[in-house]
C-alpha cells in the first residue's frame, strides 16, 4: 500500500449544489495532512466520505487499501474520527465512554483497561476519568474525544475542526496532542480547519479547498514561496484607480498581483523593504494617490487569497456557503 | 462464523450496558416516571370504586393494576425507542454509525436495553399494587406477565425505533407522545372493560397491540381477560417480532 487515504476525482452533490468536486488527492502513511478552507467550503464533506458516513455522488477513494463504499466496514476498522460536535454520552463518565468505544471496536477487558490507562494519560485527563462527561469544559471533552478516537489503534485518524471554539491556551494543548499522535503512536492524521495557523503549525502538506475544488496542494512553506516574495499592501485613496496601478505594477514586472479588494491591492515582491520606494514612485509618478503601505511576510492567508481572490477570513459569506452552511446545520 | 457471532453479541451487550449505566445515572426520573401511574391506581381506583359498578358490583380497584403496568411498560418503551432521536440531536449517534459494528445488532442492544428498563419499571408497579392491597392469583401467573412485559415492551420500542427513524427533531417528539401513547393507553382496556363497546370504538380497541399486553397481564395477574390468553399471545409475539424488523431496517438507513 502506497498510499494511507487515495481519491479519485471524488464528489458530493447536494441537489444542485457541489459540496465536494473531483477531489483527488492521496495522504502518506504516518503524514499529518490539512484540508484548509473557509466554512461551507467543502471540507466536512469530504472527510464524512471517507470515514464513511456519506457516500460519494461519484469517484472514488480508499482509505488504508480499502474502498469507503465497498469495504466500509473494513475502513471503519482502520479509522477514528473526531467530530466538529462532540458525540460523546455526557451522561456517563469520561472512562464509561472510552470503555464503550473499546467493546464496540472488539476490544476485550484487558487491552481496554491498559488502552484506556494509555489514552487518558496522553491527553491528561487521568484524574477526570470518573467524572460524568457533563461536568467537563469543551476542552476537555475535546480531548476525550481525542483519547476516544484513539482507543483502538486507528491507522488513521480525522479530526474536524479539532480546536473550533477553544481557548488559546487549549489550543496550543491540543496541538501538541495532535503532534505528539503523530510522531509517537505514527498514525496518519488527515485535520481540517479554517484557522491558518492551525494549518501552518502542524500540517506537513495542506490543500487549500474553496467552493468544493482543491486550489492548491503543497507544503506550507511551497505555498508561501509560490506567492514570490513579501507582500506589500497599499491602500488606495481612489479605489477606481485599482486596475491602473495593477496594469502599471504588471508592465513594469517589479511586482506579482495577489489580488485586488475594496480600496487594497494586494502585491509581492522580491526583497520588500528595498523595493517599497520603487514601488511608490511608480504609484506617484501615475498620478495615483496611496494612504498607507504595508509590508509583511507571506501567510496562507495570502495563499488563499491568491488563489481565490477573497481572505479565508472574510466576513461576508457568498451565497453558496450560506446554502452549504444551512445544509450542514440541517443535517446536526 | 462464530467471530461474526461474537461480534453481534458484544454489540449488544455493548448497546445493553450503555442503556443500563444511563437508567443507573437518572433514578430521580424512574420515580417521577412512576407517579403518574399510582396516582392513576390511588385516585382513579377510589374515584371509580364509589362511582361505578360493573356486572352489579362496585368496581374493584385490582382491574387497574395490569392496565397500569401495560401503560408503563408502553410509556418507558416508547420513550426507549424514541431516545434515538436524543442520540442524534446530542451527537452519540455519529459514534455508533461509525464503529465497525452491523447496525441492526446495534438497534437491537437498544431495545433489549430499553425493553430491560421497561420491565424492571413494571414489575416496580406491579409490587408496589401488590403493597397496596391487590393480590395475585399465582407466582407462576407473576412470572407469565413479566414475560409479557419483555415482549411487548420490544414491540413498542421498535414502534419508537420506526417512528424515531422518520421524524428529525425533538419537536416532533413530543407529537408522537401526545398523538400515540396517549391514544394507545385510553383505546387499550387499561381503564374500562372492553366487552360492551360500541363498534367504532371497539374496533380500535382491537387493532391496538396494548389491548393484547394488557389482557395477557391481566389474564397472568388476575385469572381473568376477554381475549382468549393463546390469542393475545400470539398477536404480541407478532407485534413484536414486525416492530424489531422494521426498526432494525429503518435504523440502519438512518442518516447523521
Known amino acids: 500500500m502506497l498510499y494511507a487515504i487515495e481519491t479519485e476525482e471524488i464528489t458530493k452533490r447536494f441537489d444542485d449544489i457541489v459540496a465536494v468536486n473531483k477531489v483527488s488527492i492521496s495522504v502518506k502513511p504516518g503524514e499529518l495532512f490539512g484540508l484548509l478552507g473557509p ?6 464533506t469530504l472527510i464524512s466520505m471517507l470515514s464513511t458516513i456519506a457516500e460519494p ?9 480499502f474502498d469507503v463504499e465497498k469495504e466500509s466496514s473494513k475502513v471503519r476498522e482502520n479509522i477514528g ?8 454520552d455526557d451522561r456517563l463518565t469520561g472512562k464509561e465512554n472510552l470503555d464503550l468505544h473499546g467493546r464496540l471496536y472488539g476490544l476485550d477487558g484487558k487491552t481496554r483497561k491498559k488502552r484506556i490507562e494509555e489514552v487518558l494519560a496522553l491527553v491528561e485527563l487521568t484524574e477526570r476519568a470518573d467524572s460524568i462527561v457533563r461536568t467537563f469544559s469543551g476542552g476537555m471533552m475535546r480531548r476525550l474525544e481525542i483519547a476516544r478516537g484513539l482507543m483502538h489503534h486507528p491507522h488513521v485518524l480525522f479530526l474536524d475542526e479539532p480546536t473550533l471554539g477553544l481557548d488559546p491556551q487549549t489550543r496550543n494543548h491540543i496541538w501538541e496532542y495532535i503532534k505528539i499522535l503523530n510522531k509517537v503512536e505514527g498514525v496518519t492524521i488527515v485535520l481540517t480547519t479554517h484557522y491558518m495557523e492551525e494549518a501552518d503549525h502542524l500540517c506537513e502538506r495542506i490543500a487549500i479547498i474553496d467552493h468544493g475544488d482543491i486550489v492548491a496542494l503543497d507544503t506550507p512553506e511551497a505555498l508561501k514561496d509560490g506567492l514570490g516574495g513579501d507582500v506589500i499592501i497599499l491602500q488606495l485613496e481612489k479605489p477606481d484607480d485599482k486596475s491602473k496601478l495593477c496594469d502599471i505594477y504588471d508592465k513594469n514586472g517589479c511586482a506579482k498581483i495577489v489580488s485586488r479588494q475594496n480600496d487594497e491591492v494586494f502585491i509581492t515582491v522580491k526583497n520588500g ?27 496562507l492567508d495570502d495563499v488563499f487569497l491568491h488563489h481565490t481572490g477573497r481572505a479565508i477570513r472574510d466576513k461576508r459569506v457568498s451565497e453558496i456557503e450560506q446554502v ?5 446545520s440541517r443535517r446536526k | 462464523m462464530k ?14 450496558l450503555r442503556e443500563m449505566l444511563r437508567f443507573w445515572r437518572s433514578k430521580s426520573r424512574i420515580i417521577g416516571s412512576l407517579a403518574t401511574p399510582l396516582f392513576f391506581m390511588v385516585f382513579l381506583g377510589a374515584g371509580f370504586n364509589s362511582s361505578f359498578q360493573v356486572g352489579g358490583r362496585p368496581f374493584d380497584p385490582s382491574y387497574l393494576a395490569p392496565g ?16 434515538i432521536i436524543w442520540d442524534r440531536e446530542f451527537g452519540f449517534l455519529k459514534e455508533i454509525l461509525i464503529a465497525p459494528v452491523s447496525r441492526f445488532f446495534v438497534a437491537l442492544g437498544k431495545a433489549v436495553g430499553g425493553v430491560t428498563t421497561s420491565v424492571i419499571q413494571g414489575i416496580l408497579i406491579m409490587c408496589i399494587a401488590r403493597l397496596m392491597g391487590i393480590e395475585y392469583q399465582s407466582l407462576s401467573g407473576v412470572i407469565a406477565a413479566i414475560a409479557v412485559m419483555f415482549v411487548s415492551g420490544i414491540g413498542f420500542i421498535g414502534l419508537g425505533i420506526t417512528v424515531a427513524s422518520r421524524i428529525d427533531s425533538h419537536e416532533g417528539f413530543q407529537m408522537v407522545m401526545s398523538f400515540l401513547t396517549m391514544p394507545l393507553v385510553l383505546l387499550s382496556g387499561a381503564f374500562f372493560p372492553i366487552s360492551k363497546l360500541p363498534g367504532w370504538l371497539s374496533l380500535l380497541v382491537y387493532a391496538n397491540p396494548l389491548t393484547y399486553g394488557v389482557e395477557a397481564l391481566r389474564y397472568f395477574l388476575l385469572g381473568e381477560s376477554i381475549i382468549p390468553i393463546f390469542r393475545s399471545i400470539t398477536i404480541l409475539f407478532a407485534f413484536a417480532l414486525a416492530m424489531t424488523l422494521l426498526g432494525g431496517k429503518l435504523f440502519g438507513k438512518m442518516k447523521v
Request: avoid cysteine.
Open chain 1, 57 to 65: 455522488t461519484s469517484g472514488k477513494a480508499k482509505v488504508w487499501g
Open chain 2, 68 to 83: 397500569l403496568i401495560g401503560m408503563v411498560v408502553l410509556f418507558s418503551s416508547m420513550m426507549g425507542g424514541v431516545s
Open chain 1, 273 to 299: 523593504e528595498h523595493q517599497i520606494p520603487h514601488i511608490l514612485s511608480l504609484a506617484s509618478n501615475a498620478g495615483i494617490s496611496i494612504l498607507a503601505v504595508s509590508l509583511r511576510k507571506p501567510t
Open chain 2, 3 to 16: 467471530k461474526v457471532l461474537n461480534r453481534a453479541l458484544q454489540t449488544v451487550y455493548t448497546m445493553w
Open chain 1, 324 to 328: 452549504g452552511f444551512k445544509i450542514r
Open chain 1, 39 to 44: 466554512n461551507g467550503a467543502g471540507k466536512t
Open chain 1, 81 to 88: 474520527m473526531v467530530f466538529q460536535d462532540t458525540t460523546l
